[in-house]
């Protein structure tokens, strides 16, 4: 009994030092983010003259102005066009392939699951100019494109963050997919179910949590990416809504108050999918953090 307490007593001051380290971190990571939305909701003049830890002049005329600056209402449009697709076909993809190296036995799923992976090793600065070549030189019909290439369309976007983000998701789904009892799939095939009705109606819908996970994951990363669109478009009405934050930057002022209301803004939709997953995000998460 004695012996017990002790050992409890000992594990105490280290869960006490734990505790103190997650509070701190938690606090460092919130802090700049509490902080741009408290600067968005108060007056530039205000600021400038108070200081910006000074308390006052509160207003929500800089959420109104860098709506209409920063031309969100297009900005909002595009993205959804270029990440809607983008995440939908990386998902399907991913699934599709991981579902083959996870349950069938062939000599070259080791080499194929390196091919989808190897990609994300390398710089995407280092495949700019192949790819921006390859999209200048594609023919595609005049209908998808005033100049008859890939170049300054949404589909050139939309096919390289396809291209980069398959692998990683591919190598979790394949993990994921390991999981899963091989008996379900068994007693599908008694059942009479062939392989696609195996995949779409057993493995996918107990894949729920992963991709779940990978969506939220897949939507921040090319909600927020503004390399490729840059690199791949010279139409201003066609640049994601990343390219809003730029719009409120001046030449040589910029009104910090009113970028921070922006980027609230930017924030949001990503905000909303995390809490629209989170249940499913949170199981995804802690698979296997338990043994049984």
Known sequence: ??????????????????????IVMAVGWLFPVAWAVYNSLRDYNFTSTHGYFSVGGFTLKNYVNAWAQGNFGQTFFNSAVITIPAVILTLLLASSAAFVLARFNFKFNLVMLTFFTAANMLPQQALLVPLFRLFLNVEVPYSISD??????????????????????????????????????????????????????????PLCRPALAALAVLQVTWVYNDFFWAVAFMRSGDKFPVTSSLQNLKGQFFTDYNLLSAGSVIVAIPTLIVFFLLQRHLRAGLTLGATKG
């Not at 890939?150 to 190598?171: E, K, S």
């Open 1 to 22: 009994m004695t012996t017990a307490i002790v050992g409890r007593n000992k594990k105490r001051p280290a869960r006490v030092v734990l505790q103190v380290f997650l």
């Open 147 to 204: 100049s008859g290439t890939l170049y300054d369309t949404y589909y050139a976007v939309i096919a390289v963050n396809v291209a980069f983000q398959t692998g990683f998701c591919t190598f979790v789904l394949s993990n994921y997919m390991r999981t899963i009892p091989k008996e379900l799939q068994e007693a599908a095939y008694v059942d009479g179910a062939g392989v696609f009705r195996q995949f779409w109606q057993v493995v996918l």
